[in-house]
């Protein structure tokens, strides 16, 4: 019963981060169909921030994060405005070639800026665990989880019950209609880019304590995120969310209960079953794509 | 004008006195090394290791008349690019021999293109047995295999108290990690020690807790754990996370090097199997080649605990340089014939091969040290 109770609380903070991460690639999906393979190197970007921060020039580690969703805020717009906005781009396959070009630039970049070799962030907390009788977890792992938690709520509220939120829902359903109402469509593109970058860095900068930055940590992010995506159907804010909860959950328990050398198969192989009965995703309407 | 002109006429003639004179090209030595990717720190230390070496034999006055030049490839952590890195080095830079490839996986990766083009390779770090029993004539390896590092932890079991009796196994998933458990399995069975449970987990994945969960209730008092550095310091740190209560010991030479600078929680106690204690260079065989090895390293300024790996590639560039010296050649045959003859004072002690594998097709294997040291709070120990 303890190890089951263990193995909940490990799956609800990695989660809590793979949520943060599959809802910034699925808005910028939903809202300007631009498959951002991109996402994993502004993950990395976080990461590289808050170490940077809180190494070099000695910024405390809470406000490191809030520097990395700035700059991954920053980056991200200036993807959309440099890059996307050309009046030319109607392919999605056009788009797709960008994105892979300026997460290969991202990730040499990286590589060229902090050597390959791995980096731990310190952090304030105790390295001492939080032990609750035979279940035990870092002080660390907590606080990603409340931020994590806390950044999803904010988020959710900011869509749903905010002006602008509204103008984003708007612009996700029809693009035209919103334009014809009013809506100021780039604008939207604009913020909704800056967003979801802004998620994926956060991302970046609460795990890389937990773990270690390295300039290849995006690879394996990215192929998450895609894989949270699709399972929760692509451009689904709350598939995201979930489908996030449940990549972990299936990681977690098949890690242990069946075995630790498929751990990474177990969710793909979950996606597979998914995509052969119900192709959409598990929380998204059936639309065509393309 | 004529100023600038004779500024740079002084500057070439400056340039040309402070370079020694070479008879002839530089003799290339090729280095494939995992300098990005999984177990990229590895790869970095190994390197500097060989650079070292290259400086040192360049210093003395090169190898016959000629100055060494390392081709350094960064095989990026992957088998697939280790066989590119391999091809790249033999037929555009045409080196004669190579160092690599650090994983046991890239090296086997590597080992069929050995062959193809006939290139000896001094294997500095792998340890699956399955390298030298393939049969492949071109392979040289001055690393212990997991066997050899079985039984030399076997000598060692008296030092641990509590005594071990039962023993769980974490290993990275590849041909590395999982014949390190094998061979570990195989020695605690036959000094009757009881087998827990046998994890294992792929080279790329950060988040270890699942495995450590499930290690939890086993009722073992001893984890081993077989990776890279990046993989041994987020194993050690989650296991202390989650309270784990076995003792951890780690094997296959490697250092969780950024533990000394962020230790995890206070008290907490891991072995080390390394092949060359930098804390304790005076314990090696040769304390003076060890102790210069130490000193260069600084002046280099590398990190420290690197030098727990950085010396593979110092030994593995001077066991080269020695077959090369005594061949009186730089033809991959001629240096491969040298190799078996080869008598090296290295870091880790003496260096010469004996014949492993099938017969007519033997491979070159090393029987080197290996030393146990202790980390606790940051400090390391021998033990």
Not at chain 1, 62 to 88: H, N, P, Q, W
Not at chain 2, 241 to 249: A, E, K, N, P, T
Request: aromatic share 10%; net charge negative.
């Amino acid at each position: 019963m303890d190890q089951i109770l263990q193995h909940v609380i490990n799956a609800m903070v990695l989660g809590s981060t793979y949520a943060l991460l599959g809802i910034g690639l699925t808005i910028i999906f939903g809202i300007m169909r631009v498959v951002n393979f991109a996402h994993g190197e502004l993950y990395t970007l976080g990461a590289y921030t808050a170490y940077g921060m809180v190494t070099l020039i000695n910024l405390d580690f809470f406000s490191s994060i809030l520097v990395a969703a700035l700059i991954g805020m920053l980056i991200g717009a200036l993807i959309e405005y440099v890059f996307l906005r050309r009046k030319d781009l109607k392919n999605i396959d056009e788009v797709m070639l960008i994105m892979i070009g300026i997460m290969i630039i991202m990730q040499n970049l990286e590589l060229m800026i902090w050597g390959g070799v791995a980096k731990i962030i310190p952090t304030p907390f105790s390295q001492d665990p939080i032990s609750m009788g035979a279940i035990a977890i870092s002080p660390t792992r907590v606080f990603v989880f409340c931020i994590s938690a806390v950044l999803l709520v904010i988020f959710y509220l900011g869509i749903e019950r905010t002006r602008f939120g509204l103008a984003i829902r708007a612009t996700f359903q029809d693009q035209d209609a919103a334009r014809i109402v009013g809506v100021n469509v780039k604008r939207i593109y604009t913020v909704t880019f800056a967003l979801g970058s802004a998620m994926a860095a956060v991302a970046g900068a609460l795990l890389a304590p937990m773990f270690v930055a390295t300039p290849l940590m995006g690879d394996l992010a990215s192929l998450k995120a895609f894989a949270i995506v699709i399972l929760g159907g692509l451009g689904s804010l709350g598939g995201a969310a979930l489908g996030g909860f449940l990549l972990a959950f299936i990681e977690e328990f098949g890690a242990s209960y069946i075995s630790s050398a498929y751990r990474d198969a177990f969710g793909f192989l979950v996606i597979i079953v998914v995509m052969l009965f119900r192709p959409q995703g598990l929380f998204a309407a059936k639309e065509r794509v393309g | 004008m004529a100023i600038s002109k004779r500024y740079l006429a002084s500057l070439l003639v400056g340039t040309l006195a402070a370079t020694p004179v070479w008879a002839a090209d530089p003799i290339k030595i090729g280095v494939s090394q995992p300098l990005t990717g999984a177990v990229a720190a590895s790869g970095n230390y190994v390197t500097n290791g060989a650079r070292i070496a290259a400086a040192e034999i360049n210093e003395k006055g090169g190898l016959l008349g000629r100055e060494v030049e390392l081709i350094i490839e960064d095989n990026k952590s992957n088998p697939r690019e280790a066989v590119n890195a391999a091809e790249k080095l033999i037929l555009s830079d045409k080196v004669p021999v190579i160092m690599g490839a650090w994983s046991s996986t890239y090296t086997l990766a590597t080992m069929p293109k050995l062959e193809e083009y006939g290139v000896p390779m001094v294997v500095e770090t792998s340890s699956s047995s399955k390298i030298t029993k393939a049969g492949n004539p071109w392979i040289f390896r001055i690393a212990p295999t997991s066997a050899m590092e079985a039984q030399a932890f076997a000598k060692k079991l008296d030092n641990f108290d509590p005594p071990i009796k039962k023993v769980d196994f974490l290993s990275v998933n590849n041909d590395w990690g999982l014949g390190a458990s094998q061979e570990f399995e195989k020695m605690f069975k036959a000094n009757g020690i009881e087998i827990g449970r046998k994890e294992t987990v792929s080279p790329d994945t950060v988040d270890l807790s699942a495995q450590l969960s499930a290690l939890k209730g086993t009722g073992s008092d001893t984890l081993i754990m077989t990776s890279g550095v990046e993989q041994l310091t987020l194993g050690i740190r989650q296991a202390a996370d989650q309270r784990l209560s076995q003792r951890i010991v780690t094997t296959g030479g490697s250092f969780p090097e950024p533990l000394l600078e962020s230790p995890g929680p206070k008290g907490y106690t891991s072995s080390h199997l390394l092949f060359f204690s930098p804390w304790t260079p005076e314990s090696s065989v040769y304390p003076d080649i060890a102790g210069a090895f130490v000193d260069a390293w600084a002046e280099a300024g590398y990190s420290f605990p690197g030098l727990s790996e950085g010396f593979r590639g110092y030994d593995g560039i001077m066991t080269i340089a020695a077959a090369i010296e005594n061949a009186g050649s730089t033809e991959p045959d001629a240096i491969r014939e040298a190799l078996w003859d080869v008598q090296v004072k290295g870091v880790n002690g003496d260096i010469s091969f004996f014949k492993d594998g099938p017969e007519g097709k033997e491979s070159g294997q090393n029987e080197p040290n290996v030393y146990v040291v202790q980390l606790k709070d940051g400090e390391v120990s021998a033990q």
